[in-house]
């Protein structure tokens, strides 16, 4: 079997993404300030816990800014989140 082969075959089990996957665009609606901090400290690698413990609320504050958040970049993975947040130039990549 020939490299070709074997990449075909591995490319097969892979799941389709959506087809916009990678085309997330940062808002139109501009972010508010507390928005932008949990954005850039989720995107920073900070849990919700620690962002919480930084921020003195709860951790369940967090949550609901996330989830906010995530409807209102429309997306629910971390990765195009963080992606997002240096596009925006909230994070340096």
Known sequence: MNAT?????????LPQL?????KQLPPTKPLTKQQQLILTLFAEGWNTK??????????KTIE??????FKLLN?????????LAIKM???KD
């Open 50 to 59: 620690e962002i919480a413990d930084m921020l003195k609320v709860s951790p």
């Open 64 to 69: 609901y800014h996330r989830s906010m958040l």
């Open 5 to 13: 082969t074997n990449t075909n075959a591995t490319n097969e089990k």
């Open 75 to 83: 997306t629910y993975s971390i990765a195009i989140f963080t992606r």
């Open 18 to 22: 959506p087809a916009q996957w990678h």
């Open 89 to 91: 130039g909230l994070v």
